[in-house]
């Protein structure tokens, strides 16, 4: 890990630096991508710490150290996606076994645990985190997993990652979370009490668009230990081009998210006062419910927010339709603007149930563009 006299480096000095010295053998400053699918042995039993590449590879290995230093972390294990990264979270758990998760996820998370593993006996409790009483109520003899989403996808609630944490650990449960919507630029959850941290890479820290991608990151040496077994046992793993992508991502996250929360800032204040906006969920409007939660555990409020508009799912459908910078799309966290209707697109697997979003609610990736284009852009959008 990258240390200045001794002492660990700052953020941005670790996002260019942990787990990428210049290469040994021909000095490259760039971590190479090891195209290859294995790795030439000096004997059986014997070799240069790589085997096969589902197993390791060394572009791999330095994504999972940078990641693992971003988060404050012991180790990082890196996915082929988000989904990827969240399945070999839910093999901890048995049949019989249950877990609580918030009620305002990221619609392929409930959709894994709700119609997947439910098939598997293990039981789900979606309940809303912002108040821990609903968690504390939640838990049975046999929860084993709480899964915390913070801020939420995509209503953008805040959930107390300490006080939720500690409840888990005192029902003899994990506490993940997904810290996707933050980055671990603005938030880590492992410094508030979380035992394990999720991101879909594909956001934020890749943050171009262009790769697919997940990871975990921890302390605990006995989880490593189980979820690298998952890793390598079922094969979700990136290749090494995917792996150096998201390292390449990493690099310049300080500077996005710097620029991505003051553009989603800036668009949320501007939102709030349109004559046809009725709502706008971002963290960092003082009328936000969690507003003081969000300032004492995120760095920024980062690029995400929702709002609705007057006349509902028409409304929204017709405005999304019109928009000429943001690109109507799914995904998030890229350099680029997107816009959405959630329960239409990333939110289609909780439609019909209690989880569903307002069919009228739109979410945006608020990119790094000029941010008076972008309130430009859906100032004509809105009408």
């Not at 927010?305 to 928009?323: D, I, N, Q, Y």
Request: glycine share 12%; aromatic share 6%.
């Amino acid at each position: 890990m990258a240390t200045t006299r001794g002492k660990k480096a700052g953020f941005e000095t670790l996002a260019i630096h942990a787990g990428q010295e210049p290469d040994g053998q021909t000095g490259a400053v760039t971590v190479p991508i090891y195209q290859t699918s294995t790795f030439a042995q000096e004997a059986v039993g014997k070799n240069k710490g790589y085997e096969y590449a589902r197993t390791g590879n060394p572009t791999r290995t330095a994504l999972e150290a940078c990641l693992a230093a971003l988060e404050d972390g012991a180790w990082g294990l890196a996915f082929a996606s988000g989904m990827a990264a969240t399945d070999a979270i839910a093999h901890l758990l048995s049949s019989g076994d249950h877990l609580v998760m918030g009620d305002d996820v990221y619609g392929g998370t409930y959709r894994l645990f709700a119609r997947v593993f439910d098939r598997m006996g293990v039981a789900l409790s979606a309940v809303d985190m912002r108040e821990p009483a609903n968690v504390r109520r939640a838990m049975r003899t046999r929860t084993r997993l709480v899964w915390i989403e913070t801020p939420t996808n995509p209503l953008l609630k805040v959930v107390d990652i300490a006080a939720i944490a500690e409840i888990a650990r005192r029902g003899g449960a994990l506490s993940v979370a997904d810290n996707t919507f933050a980055s671990p630029y603005l938030q880590n959850p492992l410094v508030h009490g979380a035992d394990l941290v999720l991101h879909s890479t594909t956001k934020y820290i890749g943050g171009h668009s262009d790769v697919v991608g997940g990871a975990v990151v921890g302390r605990d040496e006995e989880l490593r230990a189980r979820l690298a077994f998952v890793q390598n046992a079922a094969g979700g793993v990136p290749g090494p081009l995917d792996a150096w992508l998201v390292l390449r991502g990493a690099k310049t996250l300080a500077v996005r998210m710097e620029r991505h929360s003051a553009n989603g800032q800036a668009v949320a204040e501007w939102l709030a006062e349109h004559p046809r906006v009725t709502a706008v969920n971002y963290p960092g409007l003082p009328t936000h419910p969690q507003h003081e939660l969000a300032k004492r555990q995120m760095k920024s409020f980062g690029g995400m927010l929702s709002f609705e508009l007057r006349g509902g799912e028409a409304a929204a459908k017709r405005m999304v339709a019109r928009t000429r910078i943001f690109a109507l799309a799914e995904s998030l966290g890229g350099v680029e603007s997107l816009v959405e209707v959630p329960l239409g697109m990333t939110h289609g697997s909780v439609r019909g149930t209690k989880l569903a979003p307002p069919a009228g609610l739109v979410r945006l990736s608020v990119g790094i563009e000029t941010v008076g284009d972008l309130i430009a852009d859906l100032a004509q959008a809105i009408g």
